[in-house]
């Protein structure tokens, strides 16, 4: 991508958070709905009154709103006002500065532990509303893997005063949308929907933390729902190697070394008491940040805020109790059979510091430099030069505790798994022994910058955002200083890490490959390139990498069975040659 076009970029997306034009024309909101259309009040919630439309009210934060609190409106306070223009600090080194984003902050804490985060933008037409709980799979007790899943997917399908499908039908109706998203270590539930609907909002999301049901009818119909799922992720292509992946890198880590998804054995045996006791542990206005972002304003939301969230009472919350995590000290391979895959691939994971360690950011940008975009080295060497794989991917996992660092290489057809390992590796170890030029780090940091000011356009993203930051890093506005922290990272950074947690000792290869053909020859590998978790020149033996299968029953599933508890391969003995019979005169 050219530099012009990462400018456009950048500026488009800083246009839509308002950092630009602070006066931009409100469009009008969509039409309220009618109030046979709007939840019906039950005896702890009642239900909201819709507000009237646009044309018969002042825009929240706008010139009327201003005019009535006599033209004291400031971004200090928050109430609507406009973000100042984004700055760049420093003038001899402009070019190399991050963009200073300011989206306006206010937090507030309830009674009852609620945490509320409120960034209004008076040029939205929109309104997000986000809650995100502190639950997720790393705090699912052993025997009990994938409850956190079942629990987010009841709050997804309703309450008991909204059924199953009536919240998805009162947020599009009115021309929003719903976003939900279970992970690790946090769970979210969102809506965007026009901002004189901000009330509506407000509502579903109190009336389903308040009032979830969690019938054995609710139940049943989610674990249907979880086995489907997890049968849909473990047949489609490629899906058993990520699983094995993660098993492998945090081999002996509770909390991330089984899958979100649950094993098959805990699924069919889990009851509805597992779903009630952790949603009684984690599922409470203490353990919840509510954010809202977009067009509103902030007087007005809180008197929401206070009349749907007060009678919500805390719950006896159960705080997240790590393990220590054991020490990689050899690399760690596995082999997967895929029935669904039709050419092989390569997973390589290792297991880096969490989110919040100073690392990270060093991390973000040496997995940038490694594999986005075209110009990004193993992309343009596996891709474009080489020809020998279809498509690269690196990333992060974002956890809060050890996190996951990937390189996902499909490989081209024809291509040789050990070729392209061999070319994998030598790019890291390039990265870790001379780091990037300038010209590369410089790159990196405005792809880096146009991705995040990106995914901060909308009114939901940045709901999302920043809820997840307040939640994380106990301040909402943790986020403005996101890019001044990626842009400090410097080339020895970059080095260091690559050298300190990319290294071979720490890695994980899970290799997958096409289903075998009856009386075929073994997967092709590289002349002269060691098998996987076959020991390597001047290393010990690799005996914590065959004995990888990770302790979770749907570990071994991901595994062929003829590596399942052994990842090497060993190399196909050589058939003995018979002697040539003598020719007949």
Avoid: C
């Amino acid at each position: 991508m050219s530099r012009t076009s990462l400018r456009r970029a950048v500026t488009a997306g800083l246009a839509a958070l308002g950092l630009l034009s602070a006066g931009a024309p409100r469009p009008a909101a969509a039409a309220p709905p009618s109030r046979a259309a709007a939840p019906r009040p039950t005896a702890a919630v009642a239900a909201p009154a819709p507000r009237p439309p646009a044309a018969q009210r002042k825009p929240a934060g706008g010139r009327g709103d201003g005019a009535r609190r006599g033209g004291a409106v400031t971004a200090a306070a928050g109430r609507g006002a406009p973000a100042p223009a984004p700055k760049r600090a420093g003038s001899a080194l402009a070019a190399e500065a991050p963009l200073e984003l300011a989206l306006p902050v206010e937090r507030v804490t309830l009674q009852n532990g609620l945490r509320v985060v409120m960034s209004p933008d008076r040029s939205s037409p929109t309104v997000a509303v986000a809650v995100t709980y502190d639950a997720g799979s790393r705090d699912e007790p052993s025997g009990r893997s994938g409850v956190a899943r079942l629990v987010a997917g009841m709050m997804a399908r309703g309450s008991r005063n909204v059924p199953a499908g009536e919240h998805l039908r009162l947020v599009t109706e009115r021309g929003g949308e719903l976003a939900d998203d279970a992970g690790v270590d946090r769970a979210t539930y969102a809506e965007a929907l026009p901002a004189n609907e901000l009330a509506l909002a407000l509502w579903l999301e109190a009336d389903r933390m308040k009032a979830l049901d969690l019938s054995a009818q609710a139940f049943e119909a989610q674990r249907r729902e979880a086995q489907e799922r997890r049968g849909a992720v473990l047949d489609a292509a490629y899906g058993q190697g990520a699983i094995r992946l993660q098993a492998l890198v945090f081999q002996g880590y509770w909390p991330h070394e089984h899958p979100a998804l649950g094993e098959a054995d805990d699924l069919a045996g889990a009851e509805v008491s597992w779903v009630r006791d952790f949603h009684a542990a984690h599922y409470g206005p203490n353990r919840a940040v509510l954010t809202l972002a977009g067009g509103f304003d902030p007087g007005e939301a809180m008197e929401l805020v206070h009349r749907y969230f007060d009678g919500i009472p805390a719950v006896a919350a159960a705080p997240f109790k790590d393990a220590p995590f054991p020490e990689q000290t050899s690399q760690r391979t596995a082999v997967v059979r895929d029935s669904a895959a039709r050419a092989p691939a390569i997973l390589y994971g290792w297991a880096v510091p969490p989110r919040s360690h100073p690392d990270h950011h060093a991390l973000a940008l040496a997995a940038v430099l490694l594999g986005r975009g075209e110009s990004s080295r193993l992309e343009a060497l596996l891709v474009g030069d080489k020809a020998v794989a279809r498509s690269v991917r690196v990333a992060l996992g974002g956890h809060r505790g050890p996190d996951l660092f990937s390189i996902d290489v499909r490989l081209a057809e024809g291509a040789r798994v050990g070729d392209v390992e061999k070319l994998v590796e030598g790019e890291i170890r390039t990265l870790a022994t001379a780091g990037p030029s300038p010209a590369e780090l410089t790159k990196a940091r405005r792809l880096l910058q146009s991705a995040f000011v990106a995914g901060l356009a909308d009114a939901g993203a940045r709901a999302r955002a920043l809820g997840e930051h307040e939640l994380l890093f106990g301040d909402a506005a943790h986020l403005n200083g996101e890019l001044a922290r990626y842009f400090a990272v410097t080339r020895e950074d970059v080095q260091r890490v690559a050298r300190d947690h990319l290294g071979p000792t720490r890695r994980t290869i899970v290799e997958t490959y096409p289903p075998a053909t009856p009386g075929a020859s073994p997967p092709p590998r590289a002349p002269g390139h060691a098998a996987a978790g076959a020991p390597r020149a001047g290393g010990g033996p690799q005996a914590e990498a065959q004995a990888a299968p990770g302790k979770g029953k749907g570990a071994e599933k991901a595994a062929p069975e003829k590596a399942r508890g052994a990842a090497a391969r060993p190399a196909p003995k050589k058939k003995p040659t018979k002697p040539a019979k003598p020719r007949k005169k």
